[in-house]
């Protein structure tokens, strides 16, 4: 079964830009859809952004809709997640997971082969 590695976290200062990736450990990797989620300890791990492969299509949470940017390079093995004007409100793990099959979602349930995570840390 695929793997999937997350990197290009660190800590920044507010205002910073950071690129995220994920990484499918198989060449052949060709989800239906690869969504992004983060999590503060405590908290319930959020959904992010998400794309649909088919088509392109791309979903994002609202506070950071307008300064997110998802996207996949050409052989599917590697989605990104392109972040600007970061804030400390931005502080989190960030996961990168697969998408369901059967639905395209924002919902953690409908997603699987999560990675282990990578951190961002925002400073103001």
């Known amino acids: 079964q695929v793997q999937l590695v997350e990197s290009g976290g660190g800590v920044v200062q507010a205002g910073a830009t950071l690129r995220l990736s994920c990484t499918a450990s198989?060449?052949?990797?060709?989800?239906?859809?690869m969504g992004w989620f983060r999590q503060v300890p405590g908290k319930e791990r959020e959904f992010v952004a998400s794309?649909?492969?088919?088509?392109?299509?791309?979903s994002y949470l609202d506070s950071v809709e307008d300064r997110f940017t998802i996207s996949r390079d050409n052989d599917k093995k590697t989605t990104f997640l392109q972040m600007t004007s970061l804030s400390p409100e931005d502080t989190a793990v960030y996961y990168c997971?697969?998408?369901?099959?059967?639905?395209?979602?924002?919902?953690?349930?409908?997603?699987?082969?999560w990675g282990q995570g990578t951190q961002v840390t925002v400073s103001s």
């Open positions: 794309i649909k492969y088919s088509n392109g299509f791309t």
């Open positions: 997971a697969q998408g369901s099959p059967f639905f395209y979602s924002p919902r953690t349930s409908d997603y699987y082969n």
């Open positions: 198989d060449s052949t990797f060709d989800p239906e859809s």
